[in-house]
């Protein structure tokens, strides 16, 4: 199926569904907005009182147009709740110029007209009659600036005040009618309102009649499709056909009815779930310049969120890696359970491509079953120990799978410091998001993960000078959980190794080894160190240069060491030089040429799992009190 058919059944299978963390599907002909002023009337039309509502008060279902829906700078009045400039028939007495008050005059003519068409018709309603009865008067404004809301200059004109953040002109009123049956005061919870505007617009919906291409039944044909879809690019649209001129179908058709004709009521429903989804399940990827991704399943059924840690609970002493595969499968068997078999799951990432144009930039559709499957797998093979601080904030070790964002941050970005002294690692917006829509692409088609980010991370760890060491420490763990998935990728396709996350005595690997070697040269300068000593090793200041010529720098790292070397215990010493001998010994390519060459991605692995081992300090503190 198709993005559009699978939107089509979303919308079918979940109108009317909604809980009080999730905002209700809009039906056909109706959006969200966002209103600043509740205007409270009773049902014979009279002013009871107003108030400015508060940011997390003001969405607010509304009747609509198809060109108000989508409409720019003309003049498009919505069918019921508008801005004041459309609604208060007294907006132009207060207007500073002359082409102010012609504008308000020309919003508030289409605006009452349209009104009291609805409110004559057959599918009138008591509440329409009653706003309808009270702008007539064109008092709005009057009874506003008694009530505190609206404020004049010198008495005459609009002052530059704002209406919870907007200018007059584009504060949005919505109403509320007081005697009404409890719970349906309002005329965005009144279903019986809600339905007699669905059926009085499709009586009245002008347009042409023709073949929907997606429906294949002769309908009315929508020109002018909502936008709106996704809040960080409002005024994008997904559908539109109104260049003339350009590329938009040009060299394929002669005119844009050639092009799509899609009907009103299928787009109005297509768009209306799209922005539901986008509303309740949108995942935002980028600071500024952002691309929203949604995952969701058209029967309305919960899905894993891939761009969270898959919901896991962090345990101080889940430092097992079986133990974290046995969470995952838990977390995600909840989720299996809910699915019949026919059941799918579709992932989509949608991008405006310009301020008008809005473009699905991802789309992937899998049976539920083989979507749970692919993420389970990402997560049992993409997983390293990071570290964390509990609320003591003692420091433990928790195995997880890195977010999406934590990788191409970890590959890509640059450590920034905040006012508060803090420092984080920040990716460009667009580096962010094609990198993201990259990985998300490898989990839910398994496919490898691509070798330029592993290498990208490889680089970024090689380089702890230019981290802070919380930083540090996230960019390692992240490299070594990449460069682990990376590995079992290609063992998988090559049957050869498992992901391990123990050090491994017997591998033989030159790049695994000389990881191994950079922690024990690491640990010996540290031993040194007196209480409370800040200062870098020189193994951390040269790891740069120990990754692209390792024996080089080895042999320089190995003669600084030997001042440090003299202030250990005889026992001590003894235990480091036999630790390093013994990974020597395992280099079994004994050329000069062959041993200097810059090291592969399991170096990092060695290293972390080595310099783990020596802090867990077991086999020294056994040598330790036998030397007592």
């Not at 919870?164 to 349906?184: D, H, I, M, T």
């Not at 023709?210 to 690019?233: L, M």
């Not at 060299?251 to 309740?280: C, D, P």
């Not at 702890?464 to 460069?483: D, G, H």
Request: proline letters at 4%; a neutral charge.
């Amino acid at each position: 199926m198709s993005w559009t058919s699978q939107l089509y059944k979303t919308y079918e299978e979940n109108l009317g569904k909604h809980t009080a963390e999730s905002m209700q599907m809009a039906p056909v002909a109706h959006m969200h907005a966002k209103a600043q002023i509740e205007v409270f009337l009773n049902l014979d039309g009279d002013f009871q009182g107003a108030r400015i509502l508060e940011k997390e008060d003001a969405t607010t279902l509304i009747p609509v147009t198809e060109a108000s829906g989508g409409r720019g700078s003309g003049v498009a009045p919505h069918a019921l709740c508008d801005t004041l400039s459309y609604v208060a028939g007294d907006f132009e007495q207060y207007c500073e110029t002359e082409k102010q008050k012609r504008g308000a005059r020309e919003k508030y003519t289409s605006y009452i007209s349209a009104l009291g068409n609805w409110a004559v018709s057959e599918y009138s309603h008591p509440k329409v009659r009653a706003i309808y009865a009270y702008l007539l008067k064109k008092e709005l404004i009057s009874d506003l600036r008694k009530a505190g809301i609206v404020f004049l200059k010198d008495g005459e004109v609009f002052d530059e005040r704002k209406i919870a953040g907007q200018p007059y002109e584009k504060a949005l009123v919505r109403f509320r009618l007081l005697g009404s049956p409890p719970g349906q005061e309002g005329t965005w919870s009144d279903d019986s309102l809600i339905e007699a505007y669905v059926s009085y617009y499709q009586s009245i919906q002008p347009g042409r009649k023709d073949i929907c291409y997606f429906t294949g039944r002769q309908e009315i044909i929508s020109k002018n499709h909502p936008k709106g879809i996704v809040a960080a690019n409002y005024n994008a649209k997904l559908v539109s056909v109104n260049d003339s001129h350009g590329y938009t179908y040009l060299g394929r058709f002669r005119n844009a009815e050639q092009a799509y004709a899609f009907s009103y009521v299928a787009s109005q429903k297509i768009h209306r779930a799209l922005t539901w989804l986008a509303k309740n399940k949108g995942a935002y990827i980028g600071t500024k310049d952002k691309r929203m991704f949604v995952c969701w399943n058209p029967n309305g059924q919960k899905v894993p969120d891939i761009f969270e840690e898959f919901g896991l609970i962090g345990d101080a002493d889940d430092i097992v890696e079986v133990s974290y595969k046995k969470k995952l499968i838990k977390a995600f068997q909840g989720y299996r359970d809910q699915f019949q078999k026919d059941e799918t799951i579709i992932v989509m990432g949608l991008d405006a491509a310009t301020t008008g144009r809005l473009s699905v930039t991802y789309y992937s559709e899998q049976p539920a079953n083989t979507f749970i499957d692919r993420i389970l797998y990402w997560g049992e093979t993409c997983n390293w120990y990071f570290l964390k601080f509990n609320e003591k904030k003692e420091p433990y070790y928790k195995v997880e799978t890195p977010i999406f964002r934590r990788i191409v941050e970890c590959a890509f970005g640059r450590e920034r410091e905040r006012e508060n002294g803090y420092s984080y690692i920040e990716a460009d917006d667009k580096v962010l998001k094609e990198q993201t829509q990259r990985l998300v692409n490898c989990m839910i088609e398994q496919q490898p993960i691509p070798f330029d980010i592993v290498h990208a991370l490889v680089v970024r760890a090689s380089m702890p000078m230019a981290y802070s060491r919380l930083n540090r420490e996230r960019v390692l763990s992240t490299a070594c959980a990449v460069i682990v998935k990376y590995n079992c990728d290609k063992a998988n396709s090559m049957k050869g190794e498992e992901n391990e996350m123990k050090l491994d005595k017997t591998r033989r690997d030159r790049s695994y080894l000389f990881g191994r070697l950079l922690a024990i040269l690491e640990k010996v300068e540290l031993e040194t160190f007196d209480p409370g000593e800040q200062r870098e090793p020189n193994a951390i200041r040269m790891q740069e240069a120990y990754m692209n010529h390792p024996l080089q720098t080895c042999m320089t790292l190995k003669k600084m060491l030997i001042p440090y070397f003299k202030k250990l215990p005889s026992w001590k010493r003894n235990f480091y030089e036999d630790q390093i001998g013994e990974v020597i010994a395992l280099l079994t390519d004994e050329r000069e040429q062959i041993l200097n060459q810059s090291l592969g991605a399991a170096y990092l692995l060695g290293y972390y799992l080595q310099r783990a081992e020596l802090n867990n300090k077991k086999d020294i503190k056994k040598e330790e009190k036998e030397n007592e």
